[in-house]
Nanobody, 119 residues
Framework: QVQLVESGGGLVQPGRSLRLSCAAS????????LGWYRQAPGKERELVAT???????NYADSVKGRFTISRDNAKNTVYLQMNNLYPEDTAVYYC?????????????WGQGTQVTVSS
């Protein structure tokens, strides 16, 4: 099955770091991970960072200077390095990807990985 799989979440203290991974698995030749979003309980899902296959990056203002998005096209994987984490960063983090076929194009979402920042 073609799908996106997130990993790397966990529980950390404020000021610590985590690195998230989003990998396209299965018959994934036409599935391209694009970026990261997050959703906290009672809040709307918000954009964290995106990256195109060509390497163009976009960040939410709240994470600029702290988070870095990168990609490895050979592995078809997108990473999110999160430094100096705040309690306000606590959320479920979801990656998405562009699924392209000769018959159409759609955005796929992973199942999410929990990030909890607490002292």
């Amino acid at each position: 099955q073609v799908q996106l799989v997130e990993s790397g979440g966990g529980l950390v203290q404020p000021g610590r770091s985590l690195r998230l991974s989003c990998a396209a698995s299965g018959n994934s030749a036409s599935l391209y991970p694009l970026g990261w979003y997050r959703q906290a309980p009672g809040k709307e899902r918000e954009l964290v960072a995106t990256i195109t296959r060509g390497g163009n990056r976009n960040y939410a203002d709240s994470v600029k200077g702290r988070f870095t998005i990168s990609r490895d096209n050979a592995k078809n994987t997108v990473y999110l390095q999160m430094n100096n984490l705040y309690p306000e960063d606590t959320a479920v983090y979801y990656c998405n990807g562009d699924f392209v076929t000769p018959f159409g194009r759609t955005i796929l979402w992973g199942q999410g990985t929990q990030v909890t920042v607490s002292s």
